[in-house]
T-cell receptor, first 110, second 111 residues
Framework: GENVEQHPSTLSVQEGDSAVIKCTYS??????FPWYKQELGKRPQLIID?????GEKKDQRIAVTLNKTAKHFSLHITETQPEDSAVYFC?????????FGTGTRLQVFP | SQTIHQWPATLVQPVGSPLSLECTVE??????LYWYRQAAGRGLQLLFY??????ISSEVPQNLSASRPQDRQFILSSKKLLLSDSGFYLC??????????FGQGTRLTVV
């Protein structure tokens, strides 16, 4: 079955710096790769997603890249702000089940 | 618009007692449905998923079971809770192969 690995587990950056979180997946049939942000005690919320027919997608300060050959995808946050502090999860799906990575705790210091 | 309801929000249960968590979805038909568990400070572990009524796939061997008696209803159950069943349980739905929408979650503490 699908296995999603996510690194790093924690990430601390200064406000204004960039943050990069990386994930790898094992099932070559996976074709949908969302990223979620979870604030303390709340439900995960989608922030950006990418499908396997696209290599890169950007939404303001957030971008995601996908390398199908290497089976890895990354989240890039530019000009980080304190409110970006949260746990971020990547996930992979082939249409039935959605498997999540282990999460990255991002702390942005003012 | 679609909404997902999950209840209760918090639950404290003694060891050995039964469990029933319910999740319902409105505004969509034939959704994929999921139960995840999140231990404190940990990731989202997929427990069960369902692509249709009566179709349940279990991802990990455990003390829990799931049922989908109706298209938009997903139930998580246990006959006898263990201490290790404590955690944050999240129900989610998605159109096939697309974004998952999460319920508010149930924080279960087994004492």
């Amino acid at each position: 079955g699908e296995n999603v690995e996510q690194h790093p587990s924690t990430l601390s950056v200064q406000e204004g710096d960039s943050a990069v979180i990386k994930c790898t997946y094992s099932d070559s049939a996976s074709n949908y790769f969302p990223w979620y942000k979870q604030e303390l005690g709340k439900r995960p919320q989608l922030i950006i997603d990418i499908r396997s027919n696209v290599g890169e997608k950007k939404d303001q300060r957030i971008a995601v890249t996908l390398n199908k050959t290497a089976k890895h995808f990354s989240l890039h946050i530019t000009e980080t702000q304190p409110e970006d502090s949260a746990v971020y999860f990547c996930a992979a799906s082939r249409g039935d089940k959605l498997i999540f990575g282990t999460g990255t705790r991002l702390q942005v210091f003012p | 618009s679609q909404t997902i309801h999950q209840w209760p929000a918090t639950l404290v249960q003694p060891v050995g007692s039964p469990l029933s968590l319910e999740c319902t979805v409105e505004g969509t038909s034939n959704p994929n449905l999921y139960w995840y568990r999140q231990a404190a400070g940990r990731g989202l572990q997929l427990l069960f998923y369902s692509v249709g009524i009566g179709q349940i796939s279990s991802e990990v061997p455990q003390n829990l079971s799931a049922s989908r008696p109706q298209d938009r209803q997903f139930i998580l159950s246990s006959k006898k809770l263990l201490l290790s069943d404590s955690g944050f349980y999240l129900c989610a739905w998605s159109p096939q192969g697309a974004e998952a929408f999460f319920g508010q979650g149930t924080r279960l503490t087994v004492v």
